[in-house]
């Protein structure tokens, strides 16, 4: 089924009935159907990187186990179109994540598709709907609080992207080296009983040339948004999750993105009132199993 996605035969060769035969098949890691789940109005995700070894399936199955919401945004780069042209890895936790996804759509969520750089070979697909999925370029969002909102992937304003093309696939190369110790590095914290860490994240943040370039690419893409004349901007691309307040034209401009789930595993939601907020999931981890930890445990008391 995937060899059609990367090839481009999606909409030629997969059917709705196929795509539901496929969201019912049997999971490796089943879906968690008891315990509380959280519900948001609206979730944005992206950066998944399906079809790579960087990717925290195991986290993001965690994530669509126990949240919920009305809308989700999937905000480019969810399949690695790239690396599966270069060498096909997906692992049976990458299948679960798609049939969540799908799942979640046929359950009645809002389901909006909007390819990245590494997915672009979906853009030709952009109008149509795939099993509940809506495939778009990109969308405009309404809060519940009034304000409305512009949601790209963002590779559109990244200027390597743009003018030296080759030099984005030489950083991919290199990102994903540093990806790969990242998963050894995990692997030994997981032994010792630590909890996640991006050696990425740290490495990016340490580096002025990275810094310098993320801030600047937050700076155009809030102007755009600014341009179009939305209160906000929500996008991916950059990896680094960040909510950002901008000045044009005299007016404020918001500046979410949404993280990705190799480095940081971040997703951001939206709350029935409108307010927003990144969370960051192993965190959010964290204080699950603190609170489970913490509740007192049922002694049977004696007849």
Known sequence: MFGDYIE?????????AALDD?????AAIPEKTHGKRRKFRTVWISDVHLGTKGCNAELLIDF???VDSDTMYLVGDIIDGWRLKKKFYWPASHNDIVR??????KRGTRIVYIPGNHDEMFRQFTGLNFGGVEIRRAAFHDTADGRRLMVLHGDEFDAIMLAHRWLAFVGDAAYHALMA????????????????????????HKVKNAVEFIS????IVARAAGERGVDGVVCGHIHTAEHRLFSHDGKTVEYWNDGDWVEGCNALVEHADGRMEILHWPAEIARR??????????VPQAA
Request: aromatic share 10%; glycine share 6%.
């Open 289 to 298: 199993e603190a609170a489970e930890a913490s509740r007192p445990t049922l």
């Open 8 to 16: 481009g035969n999606f909409g030629n060769s997969t059917s709705a």
């Open 181 to 204: 110790a990242n998963v050894w590095v995990n692997a030994v914290r997981q032994r010792l009983g630590l909890p996640y860490w991006s050696l990425s994240k740290l490495a990016k």
């Open 216 to 219: 600047h690419y937050e700076e």
């Open 64 to 66: 669509l186990d126990h």
């Open 22 to 26: 496929f969201a019912n098949g049997p």
């Open 100 to 105: 969540r996804i799908l799942k979640r759509a």
